[in-house]
């Protein structure tokens, strides 16, 4: 009778324990690849992207209760995993990568030894861009660096890189070098000037173009080259669905690598992670296609560029940021933004990117991003996987990717890498009960705690509590426990995957401060046919 | 046995860990959430009413949307910068903005023309909603130290405030008149070093006080009889001299500024007026937290003094304060008076790189004689303010004053210049 009591009360306190449960089989790969008519071109507004999200948005009733009724990532499977998608690959989040695997699998082909033909200058921006063709036909934008030599194009490289192996789709940027007799005008390039409009390109366009930046003491240019993308439809949103994409029926604030790429973006302080620098690709096979979602221009990140309001601001704070803004008007200006009197560049190659100010919770975009606003602690969990997943050895060899001509500059990139990893992972794997991979063996459940096998925790003074509903709590050490006692259900019905869930477990480890983490439920239940009780799911940071 | 199983079904049918007897699991397996996931999420049915409520709101903002994205697309702002440029390096700048002091919202053009390495002409032409009209003319010629400058102004002023003379005037008295304002004249400045300027100027000038253009106000000659100057032109011609020292630095750094004039104004024609003023400004910042926020203290005094045997001076040459750039807590032009003490105190300090917060207190006095000077004289009010700027310098101020008489809301946009010395003319000319 006791079983049965613990069962009852198991299953009455279920409900306190949170909502949708993605109790379905750990599907790996969401099909949302079907062929669809190729979509209108879809442009974003960046200027209403910083009202919008800076004032209007709080003005709306609806969308604090919408937050308020947000139940967490939707595209999470059984194992609290985002599966493969047109979004996103699970890469080095779920198994190690080298460097040449990252390499490999971006593909990025650098342009083919010069000559190159320059199609055509677009002058919007900083500075001007160059379109090429190599000797091979390829197309290549050829980005230059505005401010500082090796920043902006170093910065971009390395994230590119970083990008990839986290799992998102990103344009296949490498670095390259050219003299000005390399270049040959086409016949037929363009020159599309700061409004947009286009004539026909000169020579005299070309040399203009080439005085406005500053090229390496060899008097070569180095460049940011990246592979152009064909069938672009225009930029995502971080909102919302695309109308015209019937695969697209996720919102966006509540897709798990949107929101969880918070913490990645926090790391390499990629604070124009926003709706302009998104593209939407149109895959074409045969006649129909499906649209592939890729983020774009890392040119800003590491602290590259975006000064507005003053480099030291980037990460800290939104461009206008309510909070800072009131906090300095209720104290007359006497309090201070620390990055105002602590920020500093160390080196005019990297821009401003150092990890003592660093805070993983408070990193800021330039302006609100909602989905980064929707991220719970699931999210970030699983986004500090992945920024974890970068070791050592692989940090430092994507700072040597960034070419730099100091290596104290490579030093310097690798070394804050590293610290701010590890901020993050002091911070998210200590916060967040951080066990995967649970499994049954006989009446013991196993599983892996990747705080200890990344270094933020200590095996041998690790300790967790297990409980089962809001029943008592039982202490352990080791990374397997025996089974509370239960009983199956006798006349539970499976669900539409033919599984039944039976019970959940509770399991938090102990944190730095003393407490406990936020949990994570393990879901046990049967299988079809099957009367062996076995893991179902599980999901970190219940609510 | 049967209860609790029953129980566990129902529950688990409760947060979605069952299936709905509706769904189809044949074209729901295939994807990572189902629709009725995806729609409790984005159209829960208890926010229904919020929803609807909203619908105005995503309107709005649908529209905004769509307005920025065509904005951006058709390079509006790129395109406005370029005309801008092509005009600024053709001598043409275009003014947007009001003008202070009442004026109202408008716009101008500006023409500077190089004539040659050391001289250039410049136009000005401004109008309000108002109709406040503004025209200036001036040729400068340049070189090293020395600079000579003809200028001449017109403008038309149909909205100014007259509330009567003295400290103790009423509020009830409020009228206006219209003003026509016209000089010229001739400067030579000298600046040996970079903080110190000195000159000295000639002017004459034909001011009249008519009628005020607002029917919602009485003309001043409905309160207030043998007004002096008002209904009549005055013509003068001015001699005076200066001295500024300016020892500013960065917005929130130590510094100091100082100006000292004085000038002697001559009747003309028919105009019986003989007088001296005299006009002392003082600014000192005191930072507070370094880059941060400084206190700014200000004291104003202009002083004039009949000759034997003038007429009395017309009233809108005389000293007045009120309004945005006086006492913030009253009214515009809100006291009239022979002579005028004005002391200000404020504390600026940045919320953000284009915005200032601005606490203040001001104080102030009009009167005839230093006798009249009396605590119980002054004027005070406090109030709060903010600057908007751009890199371009201010553009917007709003300040909330509060006063014996009650609140202002003053909104100005643009800056006014300060004339280099005041003399014979109400109002300096405009600069952005």
């Given at each position: 009778m006791m079983r049965v009591a613990a069962l009852l009360l198991t299953a009455c306190l279920l409900p306190a324990w949170g909502g949708d449960v993605p109790l379905r089989p750990p599907l790996w790969a969401d099909p949302d690849g079907k062929p669809i008519a190729r979509p209108q071109k879809q442009d974003v507004s960046e200027l209403y992207a910083v009202v919008y999200n800076s004032w209007f948005r709080h003005l709306n009733a609806e969308h604090a209760a919408l937050?308020?009724?947000?139940?967490?990532?939707?595209?999470?499977?059984?194992?609290?995993?985002?599966?493969?998608?047109?979004?996103?690959?699970?890469?080095?989040?779920?198994?190690?990568?080298?460097?040449?695997e990252i390499l490999g699998g971006l593909d990025a082909r650098p342009p083919e030894p010069p000559p190159w033909t320059v199609e055509g200058v677009t002058d919007e921006g900083y500075t001007p861009k160059l379109n090429i063709r190599d000797s091979a036909g390829r197309h290549y934008i050829l980005k230059f660096d505005p401010v500082a030599a090796e920043r902006n194009s170093g910065a971009e490289r390395i994230c590119t890189l970083i990008f990839y192996a986290a799992g998102y789709n990103v344009p296949r940027n490498t670095l390259a070098y050219f003299r000005p007799a390399d270049l040959r005008l086409d016949d037929a390039a363009t020159i599309k000037d700061a409004v947009g409009k286009k004539r026909r390109m000169t020579a005299a366009d070309l040399d203009a173009a080439l005085t406005r930046v500053k090229p390496l003491g060899d008097g070569r240019y180095r460049v940011l080259a990246s592979f152009m993308i064909d069938g672009g439809v225009g930029a995502f949103?971080?909102?919302?669905?695309?109308?015209?994409?019937?695969?697209?029926?996720?919102?966006?604030?509540?897709?798990?690598?949107?929101?969880?790429?918070?913490?990645?973006?926090?790391?390499?302080?990629?604070?124009?992670?926003?709706?302009?620098?998104?593209?939407?690709?149109?895959?074409?096979?045969?006649?129909?296609?499906?649209?592939?979602?890729?983020?774009?221009?890392?040119?800003?990140?590491?602290?590259?560029?975006?000064?507005?309001?003053?480099?030291?601001?980037?990460?800290?704070?939104?461009?206008f940021d309510g909070a800072a803004m009131g906090r300095t008007l209720v104290t007359f200006g006497i309090w201070r933004r620390p990055w105002e009197t602590e920020g500093r560049i160390t080196y005019p190659e990297v821009g401003y990117y150092q990890p003592e100010l660093f805070e993983p919770r408070k990193w800021k975009p330039n302006y609100p991003n909602l989905a980064f606003e929707r991220m719970d602690e699931a999210d970030a969990?699983?986004?500090?996987?992945?920024?974890?997943?970068?070791?050592?050895?692989?940090?430092?060899?994507?700072?040597?990717?960034?070419?730099?001509?100091?290596?104290?500059?490579?030093?310097?990139?690798?070394?804050?890498?590293?610290?701010?990893?590890?901020?993050?992972?002091s911070y998210w794997l200590d916060r967040i009960t951080p066990?995967?991979?649970?499994?049954?063996?006989?009446?013991?459940?196993?599983?892996?705690?990747?705080?200890?096998?990344?270094?933020?925790?200590?095996?041998?003074?690790?300790?967790?509590?297990?409980?089962?509903?809001?029943?008592?709590?039982?202490?352990?050490?080791?990374?397997?426990?025996?089974?509370?006692?239960?009983?199956?259900?006798?006349?539970?019905?499976?669900?539409?995957?033919?599984?039944?869930?039976?019970?959940?477990?509770r399991?938090?480890?102990?944190?730095?401060?003393?407490?406990?983490?936020?949990?994570?439920?393990?879901?046990?239940?049967?299988?079809?046919?099957?009367?062996q009780l076995e893991v179902l799911g599980w999901r970190h940071a219940a609510r | 046995m049967?209860?609790?199983?029953?129980?566990?079904?129902?529950?688990?049918?409760?947060?979605?860990?069952?299936?709905?007897?509706?769904?189809?699991?044949?074209?729901?397996?295939?994807?990572?959430?189902?629709?009725?996931?995806?729609?409790?999420a984005v159209h829960p049915a208890a926010l229904l009413p919020l929803r609807v409520l909203s619908f105005p709101y995503r309107k709005v903002t649908d529209g905004m949307e769509r307005g920025l994205i065509s904005f951006e697309r058709h390079k509006v702002r790129q395109r406005a910068r370029m005309w801008t440029d092509e005009l600024h390096n053709r001598g043409v700048d275009l003014r947007f903005g009001g003008t202070g002091e009442g004026t109202g919202i408008g716009g101008g053009?500006?023409?500077?023309?190089?004539?040659?390495?050391?001289?250039?002409?410049?136009?000005?032409?401004?109008?309000?909603?108002?109709?406040?009209?503004?025209?200036?003319?001036?040729?400068?010629?340049?070189?090293?130290?020395?600079?000579?400058?003809?200028?001449?102004?017109?403008?038309?002023?149909?909205?100014?405030?007259?509330?009567?003379?003295?400290?103790?005037?009423?509020?009830?008295?409020?009228?206006?008149?219209?003003?026509?304002?016209?000089?010229?004249?001739?400067?030579?400045?000298?600046?040996?070093?970079?903080?110190?300027?000195?000159?000295?100027?000639?002017?004459?000038?034909?001011?009249?006080?008519?009628?005020?253009?607002?029917?919602?106000?009485?003309?001043?000659?409905?309160?207030?009889?043998?007004?002096?100057g008002y209904g009549t032109q005055t013509r003068l011609e001015s001699a005076g001299a200066y001295l500024d020292f300016d020892l500013m630095q960065e917005e929130y750094q130590l510094g100091g500024a100082a100006h000292f004039g004085a000038s002697h104004q001559r009747g003309l024609g028919g105009s019986n007026v003989d007088y001296y003023a005299y006009e002392t400004q003082l600014e000192g910042r005191l930072?507070?937290?370094?880059?941060?926020?400084?206190?700014?203290?200000?004291?104003?005094?202009?002083?004039?003094?009949?000759?034997?045997?003038?007429?009395?001076?017309?009233?809108?040459?005389?000293?007045?304060?009120?309004?945005?750039?006086?006492?913030?807590?009253?009214?515009?032009?809100?006291?009239?008076?022979?002579?005028?003490?004005?002391?200000?105190?404020?504390?600026?300090?940045?919320?953000?790189?284009?915005?200032?917060?601005?606490?203040?207190?001001?104080?102030?006095?009009?009167?005839?004689?230093?006798?009249?000077?009396?605590?119980?004289?002054?004027?005070?009010?406090?109030?709060?303010?903010?600057?908007?700027?751009?890199?371009?310098?201010?553009?917007?101020?709003?300040?909330?004053?509060?006063?014996?008489?009650?609140?202002?809301?003053?909104?100005?946009?643009?800056?006014?210049?300060?004339?280099?010395?005041?003399?014979?003319?109400?109002?300096?000319?405009?600069?952005?």
């Open positions: 937050r308020a009724h947000d139940r967490g990532a939707l595209d999470v499977n059984a194992w609290d995993e985002a599966p493969d998608s047109s979004w996103f690959t699970n890469r080095i989040g779920r198994q190690p990568m080298a460097f040449a949103k971080y909102t919302g669905t695309r109308k015209d994409d019937p695969n697209d029926v996720i919102p966006h604030e509540l897709r798990r690598e949107l929101r969880g790429m918070y913490v990645v973006a926090s790391w390499v302080n990629h604070a124009d992670a926003g709706d302009k620098n998104t593209l939407d690709q149109y895959v074409a096979e045969n006649e129909k296609g499906f649209l592939r979602h890729y983020l774009v221009d890392f040119g800003s990140t590491l602290g590259s560029g975006d000064f507005v309001n003053g480099p030291y601001r980037v990460g800290h704070e939104y461009v969990y699983w986004g500090a996987k992945i920024v974890t997943a970068f070791n050592d050895e692989l940090i430092q060899q994507l700072a040597e990717a960034g070419e730099y001509s100091r290596p104290e500059v490579t030093a310097y990139i690798a070394d804050a890498l590293k610290r701010r990893r590890d901020i993050i992972g066990l995967e991979d649970f499994a049954l063996q006989g009446d013991r459940l196993v599983f892996r705690d990747v705080a200890i096998e990344r270094g933020y925790a200590k095996d041998d003074s690790r300790s967790y509590q297990l409980s089962v509903g809001h029943g008592g709590a039982t202490g352990f050490q080791g990374h397997s426990v025996h089974l509370p006692a239960f009983r199956l259900p006798e006349r539970a019905a499976p669900d539409r995957y033919g599984r039944v869930p039976v019970t959940a477990i399991i938090q480890s102990r944190s730095r401060s003393g407490g406990w983490a936020l949990p994570v439920e393990v879901f046990l239940g049967r299988n079809g046919d099957s009367a | 049967r209860g609790p199983g029953l129980v566990i079904i129902v529950l688990f049918s409760a947060i979605g860990l069952a299936d709905s007897p509706a769904a189809d699991p044949a074209k729901q397996q295939d994807r990572i959430a189902s629709s009725e996931q995806i729609a409790d053009i500006q023409y500077q023309i190089r004539t040659g390495e050391h001289h250039s002409i410049g136009v000005l032409g401004l109008i309000t909603a108002k109709i406040y009209q503004e025209a200036d003319l001036d040729w400068t010629l340049a070189g090293g130290i020395h600079r000579l400058v003809a200028e001449s102004s017109y403008q038309w002023r149909p909205q100014e405030n007259f509330y009567g003379l003295g400290h103790d005037s009423l509020r009830e008295k409020h009228s206006q008149f219209a003003l026509r304002q016209s000089w010229g004249g001739l400067r030579y400045e000298v600046q040996p070093v970079r903080r110190i300027r000195t000159g000295i100027l000639y002017r004459v000038a034909w001011i009249s006080a008519l009628a005020g253009r607002n029917p919602a106000y009485s003309s001043p000659d409905a309160f207030f009889s043998g007004l002096p930072p507070i937290v370094p880059g941060n926020s400084v206190l700014v203290g200000q004291a104003n005094i202009e002083l004039n003094r009949l000759s034997s045997g003038s007429g009395p001076i017309p009233f809108y040459l005389l000293p007045h304060i009120g309004g945005s750039s006086t006492l913030r807590g009253f009214a515009l032009d809100r006291f009239y008076g022979t002579n005028l003490m004005l002391l200000s105190l404020e504390y600026r300090y940045r919320v953000h790189p284009n915005i200032q917060a601005v606490p203040f207190f001001d104080e102030g006095q009009v009167f005839d004689h230093g006798a009249d000077v009396a605590w119980l004289n002054w004027h005070r009010n406090y109030g709060f303010g903010f600057r908007f700027r751009t890199a371009a310098g201010p553009f917007l101020r709003v300040d909330y004053g509060r006063s014996s008489e009650g609140s202002e809301i003053d909104v100005t946009f643009g800056d006014r210049k300060r004339p280099p010395l005041r003399g014979p003319i109400r109002y300096g000319g405009y600069k952005q």
